[in-house]
Every structure is written in structure tokens, then in C-alpha cells.
């Protein structure tokens, strides 16, 4: 199983790459590519850590492009929990349940912020 998801997370990280040298202000394609940069990194046994601050990295750029958009907080908020740094999920969390109270209350039933990326996709 973590051989599928590894290759699987692999083969959208370059498409996304390809589309964001296409369309550098794409922000749903940097934050679908954080969550696949940081989960391939965290899969690997030691840990990738260029590949954890490379998604740290993409998740930041969008929310730089759209600040407004609570699922670009939330994911950075569950990115930067599975990448130790506490502080700053809280904070991104912060800011998530500042953008979007109801679903941030309906996610934090459970206690603790979720360990899962939502990702976006984008239909014509």
C-alpha cells in the first residue's frame, strides 16, 4: 500500500510541477503539491526532508497567492503538524478557524488538528 500512494504522490508531483511552470499563480496546484511533497517525504524511512520543506514551501506560496481561502490554512496547519513543528499549526489553524468557523468546530470533534490534506481538483 505505501508503495502505491509513494508512486501515486510521485507521479502528481511532477505533473504539478509541469502545470505551476505553466501557471506560476496557480494556487490550487501548489497546495495539492505541498500535500504530496510532504507525504512523499514523510514516507520514506529516514524521513525526505528536502521533500518536507519543498511542500512546507509550495503550501506557503499559496497561501501567499490567495490569503483568503481557509483550505490553503487548514492543510498548512495539518502539513506543519506532520512535520513537527507545533507552533506553527497552531497558528495556521488559528487563521483556518478565523476563515471557516463551522468547518473548523465540525473537524476539531476529535481534539487534535486532522493528519489528512483535503486536495483540490479543478474540472472544466
Known amino acids: 500500500m505505501v508503495v502505491v500512494v509513494y508512486s501515486f504522490c510521485c507521479c502528481c508531483c511532477r505533473t504539478l510541477c509541469k502545470a505551476i ?6 494556487p490550487k496546484g501548489y497546495n495539492n503539491l505541498a500535500c504530496g511533497l510532504v507525504l512523499i517525504g514523510l514516507s520514506t524511512q529516514p524521513p525526505t526532508m528536502q521533500y518536507v520543506q519543498q511542500g512546507l ?29 507545533t507552533e506553527r499549526a497552531l ?22 488538528i486532522p ?10
Open 21 to 26: 511552470i505553466t501557471n506560476p499563480a496557480f
Open 57 to 85: 514551501q509550495a503550501a506557503e506560496q499559496a497561501i501567499t497567492l490567495q490569503p483568503g481561502v481557509p483550505l490553503y490554512w487548514r492543510n498548512a496547519a495539518v502539513l506543519l503538524g506532520l512535520a513537527g513543528d
Open 91 to 112: 497558528h495556521a489553524w488559528s487563521r483556518f478557524r478565523e476563515l471557516d468557523p463551522v468547518t473548523a468546530a465540525s473537524e476539531e470533534v476529535g481534539g487534535t
Open 115 to 124: 493528519r489528512d490534506c483535503t486536495w483540490e481538483f479543478y474540472f472544466r
